[in-house]
């Protein structure tokens, strides 16, 4: 399975990684197969019904096996949702933290 995931994933594609409170929303810069990791920027950050831009927060390298492709029909409706908040890149690292 990763090594199909790896190559369905492709540069500048949103993808989403999700655990059971939050989900993270981000681009892809590369996909490095060899390594089975991703390469993204994170985007948005939902947690409850809270939108965090993440675009000041820095890029992440994370196994390819937790993404999946978002749809448009769900990242697009979250765009003008955001919240401005100076936190985002915190909940990004609890988050994060959860995962591993």
């Known amino acids: 399975m990763d090594r199909d995931r790896s190559s369905t994933l ?3 594609q949103i993808v989403c990684l ?3 409170q939050a989900r993270l929303y981000a681009e892809v810069i590369q996909v490095m197969p060899q390594r089975q990791t991703c390469w993204v920027r994170p985007t948005l950050l939902v947690v409850a019904d809270q939108v965090y831009n993440l675009d000041h927060c ?3 390298i994370w196994p390819i096996a937790g993404f999946r492709p978002a749809l448009d029909t769900e990242v697009i409706p ?3 949702n955001t919240a401005a908040s100076p ?3 915190q909940y990004l690292r609890q988050f994060l933290h959860r995962l591993t």
């Open 10 to 12: 492709q540069a500048h």
């Open 18 to 20: 999700a655990d059971p």
């Open 58 to 60: 820095p890029d992440i």
């Open 78 to 80: 979250l765009l003008g």
């Open 87 to 89: 936190l985002g890149c």
